[in-house]
């Protein structure tokens, strides 16, 4: 049986008629930029964003853009940023004008390292982007604590993690600006590029909204130079419908992540990754050099589990399990392969403050499974078999 990394018709076909009536809804309105269409999602979807004020945006990278701008942060400033995340978080920084200085992240939860951070704090730092990777969120207390006594403004990517939870705490509720993505593939999916902006202060979300619309109000008396970031309502009407599954989804997801835990886990040289040895406030740690490291979600926070992500420490043992599972016609995905430090467009030698011990290990060491909502039992078992079956051969 053939196990896909993901299987997105599944999930969407099974809301073939809501979906279908959406489109039409859409289609016959005539109303296809903006609108009541796109305010009944922003509403709908505000308690899951953990702010008060929320923005249907046309991607979850322009949300990070769009945050940025409305903070005003350009050439000359510094941002910190996780070098192991995806490519949008330190992207977007340089597409400002501003620096993204990458930060090393913690071997245990993959997020941003902040006595490392702090380390790379300079007089032109002006924000910090921590990101919520993989859907457990990072240690907002001690980054909270960091930017207030630098004076350092926040933007949470909240990309992989929309309704997570630090400490009973929705994510987004804690930056000055929080980012969510509706890329296909995300916990909560449209069918195109879409994405979300929140906000705790009402001036800020009123600049950003209008910095939307290229910061015209009315339209054609332009305030700020803003762009075209507005989401469509087509695709708000599509989110519309899918979010009152989205629970269910983020079940779903949990079930497979404790069902994954508890069978491999089970394996001889598997453990799970110790939260004790977690890297986020004290700097790096020793993490388990076992065969095959399993995630944890920590007691503190609500895993919604974007990906399911194994530690393979060992030269070249991470692409040989990569090579055997599709080999049996299951899906992976290597998230990320390369740290943003040593991507070739982030020329090394501007801002070079390494090493990066965690992120280099971890781009060489992790490999994520299928974890998606609608995966059968018997599905997992296929991908909890090969995984056996690889440890077995000695490799
Ligand atoms: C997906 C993702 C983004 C970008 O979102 P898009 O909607 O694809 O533009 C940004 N940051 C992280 C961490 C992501 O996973």
Redo the contacts with the bound molecule.
């Keep these: 049986m053939a196990v896909p990394l993901l299987d997105l018709k599944l999930q969407n076909l099974a809301l073939h008629g809501e979906l279908t009536a959406a489109f039409d809804r859409v289609l016959r309105s005539g109303h296809y930029i903006l609108g009541a269409e796109l305010e009944a999602f922003e509403r709908a979807v505000t308690p899951l964003g953990g702010a008060p004020f929320a923005l249907g945006i046309s991607?979850?990278?322009?949300a990070?853009l769009l945050a940025l701008m409305a903070l005003g942060i350009g050439p000359g400033d510094e941002v910190i940023v996780p070098s192991f995340?995806?490519f949008?978080?330190g992207g977007c920084v340089s597409r400002v004008g501003a620096t993204p200085v990458f930060a090393d992240v913690c071997p245990i939860c993959f997020n941003l390292d902040v006595q490392d951070a702090e380390r790379r704090l300079s007089p032109k730092t002006k924000a910090i982007m921590p990101?919520h990777?993989f859907g457990q969120a990072a240690d907002m207390d001690s980054i909270m604590a960091l930017a207030r006594k630098h004076g350092l403004a926040v933007i949470e990517?909240g990309?992989?993690a929309l309704g997570a939870e630090y400490r009973g705490r929705r994510v987004g509720g804690f930056g000055d600006f929080a980012?969510y993505?509706?890329?296909p593939s995300?916990n909560l999916g449209a069918l195109g590029?879409?994405?979300l902006l929140v906000a705790r202060d009402e001036a800020l979300a009123e600049k950003a909204r209008l910095l939307r619309v290229h910061g015209a109000k009315p339209k054609y008396y332009h305030h700020l130079i803003g762009a075209n970031f507005r989401m469509d309502p087509l695709q708000a009407a599509f989110l519309s419908v899918k979010l009152p599954q989205y629970e269910t989804y983020t079940r779903q997801r949990q079930a497979n992540a404790a069902d994954y835990t508890a069978r491999l886990k089970a394996l001889d040289g598997v453990v799970v990754a110790d939260p004790n040895q977690c890297g986020c406030r004290t700097g790096p740690t020793s993490p388990s050099d076992a065969r095959l490291v399993l995630p944890v979600a920590y007691p503190h926070v609500t895993h919604i589990w974007n990906q399911y992500t194994l530690r393979v420490p060992g030269k070249g043992r991470r692409d040989a399990l990569r090579e055997h599972l599709t080999s049996r016609g299951i899906g992976s995905e290597i998230y990320y392969p390369v740290p943003l430090h040593a991507q070739p467009c982030f020329a090394p030698g501007r801002v070079d403050r390494g090493p990066w011990p965690v992120s280099d290990r971890l781009a060489a060491e992790v490999i994520s499974i299928p974890i998606f909502p609608e995966l059968t039992e018997g599905q997992r078992s296929e991908v909890v078999e090969a995984i056996a079956q690889f440890l077995a051969s000695g490799r």
């Design positions: 991607s979850g990278t322009d990070l995340t995806f949008a978080t990101v990777l990517d990309a992989q980012t993505s509706f890329f995300k590029d879409a994405g």
